[in-house]
């Protein structure tokens, strides 16, 4: 267990906690009773997004692409960071 401290309402990091989730990631935060639980974000595997489709009807080309072009946006937008 490390300590870390807040200065300003700015949590400093370990590095080796930086080197799990690299220095331009993104958390998200439960707080659970009196506990603060940090996880990190990911992108959804395209095996997620295609499971999201209705069992009832084929999706539509357009909607197809339109997803995949979003993934990639989302992809390339979070390795900029």
């Given amino acids: 267990?490390?300590?870390v401290q807040v200065i300003n309402g700015s949590i400093t990091l370990p590095p080796?906690?930086?080197?799990l989730i690299g220095d331009a990631g993104e958390l998200t935060l439960f707080i659970e009773g009196d506990?603060?639980?940090?996880?990190?974000?990911?992108?959804?595997?395209l095996s997620e997004i295609a499971a999201r489709a209705p069992d009832d009807r084929?999706?539509?080309?357009?909607?197809?692409?339109?997803?995949?072009?979003?993934?990639?946006?989302?992809?390339?937008?979070?390795?900029?960071r």
């Fill in 35 to 45: 506990a603060l639980v940090f996880k990190r974000l990911r992108l959804p595997r």
């Fill in 1 to 3: 267990m490390e300590t």
């Fill in 16 to 19: 080796p906690v930086i080197n």
């Fill in 58 to 80: 084929e999706m539509p080309l357009d909607e197809i692409v339109a997803e995949v072009h979003q993934y990639r946006r989302d992809k390339r937008h979070a390795h900029r």
